[in-house]
């Protein structure tokens, strides 16, 4: 295998993954307040631009890649780092790595999003070396880089594939990107996707994708906090939520289809069970509003288990068993594997493998036959 040069390295198939799904911004475009509608419109044309932008550089490595006579190129390791934070003010502008103002380890600089997005950068990060014993989002020291004050009044937060971005909201719909840890932890997530499972991001891949990043941004949240399974809400994105909409969050582990009921939001979509899911070809066939399905057994191990973290532990370790097309089916068998491999190695007590199997049962992603005297999950 031909490894690809530093200057290009992992750039193929980095998606461009955004907090709040293109749909939402869609309904949220119906506004009919001028001042907001605009805000709305503009973070909308900023992330059809990224993914033109990083669209075109990817056909431009795969034609220098096919000018070489090679058939592929994969991303070589890059050197290891040490987990640096850099902050960047980008002074609403729309464009990225404006103004450094926080390097690792520097005094806090007054700026409550710049100083929050530094710190709970840095919890996430703690977390993965602590409690997965992962190295930063790249196992091997990659420092992050982090862009508040994205734009005018942009109501997203994303992992670009290299970086993160942060905007800050317009005030009345949403608020604080850079102060919610969920948001934060589940942005770095796609990072640790990206680096290992690489899953694609559309259709089932994608809404694993969409899935492995709410249950980091909920297990950080939860241990950071202080919280249990059964203390903690269970919400994504109930930070951000501004005064103007009415709902709880953008999506719930919990109660997938639960989270928000607004006039200009509508209703939430995700489905909590295969009954209910979604065919169509918008957010990318479904990658935000099929995820609730894998959350929801998500939740019910989690609950199951009375350990959130141990269930984090055990999807972690599947991630990294998966293949960039997994679909729903291939990811709950391996971490049916993954759960019984994790008990015999002590890691998680007898009977996970079967609370895994129930969970994923119960939402109907496996399918329990039933026969005399036999109970058997494909």
């Not at 941004?217 to 109930?238: F, K, P, S």
């Not at 209703?267 to 990658?287: E, I, K, S």
């Not at 894998?294 to 068993?321: C, I, K, M, S």
Request: aromatic content about 6%.
């Amino acid at each position: 295998m031909i490894r690809q040069p530093a200057h290009v390295s992992h750039t193929r198939h980095r998606a461009r993954c955004d907090f709040i799904p293109p749909f939402i911004i869609d309904n949220l475009a119906r506004d009919d307040r001028e001042e907001i509608r605009a805000a709305v419109l503009a973070t909308a044309h900023q992330a059809m631009a990224s993914r033109t932008r990083r669209s075109e550089l990817e056909v431009t490595i795969d034609q220098v890649a096919a000018s070489a006579g090679l058939a592929e190129i994969s991303a070589a390791p890059g050197p290891t780092g040490e987990a640096n934070r850099e902050v960047y003010d980008c002074h609403q502008k729309w464009e990225k790595r404006v103004e450094l103002v926080r390097r690792e380890g520097a005094d806090p600089t007054g700026d409550a999003d710049a100083d929050s997005a530094y710190d709970l950068v840095g919890v996430t990060r703690d977390f993965l070396k602590k409690e997965l014993g992962r190295n930063s989002i790249d196992n091997q020291g990659l420092d992050l880089n982090l862009n508040v004050h994205y734009g005018v009044k942009y109501m997203n937060a994303a992992w670009d594939g290299e970086e993160m971005v942060f905007g800050d909201g317009d005030g009345k719909l949403f608020i604080g990107f850079a102060r919610s840890l969920d948001v934060i932890a589940h942005e770095l997530g796609h990072g640790v996707t990206q680096y290992t499972a690489n899953l694609n991001y559309e259709g089932q891949s994608g809404a694993l994708n969409e899935h492995f990043s709410d249950v980091l941004g909920t297990v950080v949240t939860q241990a950071h906090n202080g919280e249990t399974a059964a203390t903690a809400d269970w919400l994504i994105g109930d930070e951000i939520m501004g005064p103007d909409l009415q709902g709880e969050a953008l999506r719930s582990m919990r109660a997938p289809g639960t989270a928000y009921d607004d006039p200009l939001m509508r209703t939430d979509p995700q489905p909590a069970h295969m009954d209910l899911y979604y065919r169509g070809d918008a957010d990318n066939r479904g990658v935000h509003i099929n995820s609730g399905i894998p959350n929801r057994a998500f939740y019910l191990v989690a609950t199951e288990l009375g350990d959130t973290l141990a269930a984090g532990r055990l999807w972690y370790q599947g991630l990294q068993r998966l293949t960039p097309t997994a679909d729903f089916v291939t990811a709950a068998e391996v971490l049916v594997n993954t759960a019984r491999a994790m008990t015999k190695a002590g890691q998680l007590p007898k009977g996970a493998a079967q609370i895994v199997r129930s969970a994923f049962s119960e939402v109907g992603i496996l399918k329990l036959e039933v026969a005399p005297g036999v109970r058997r999950y494909r």
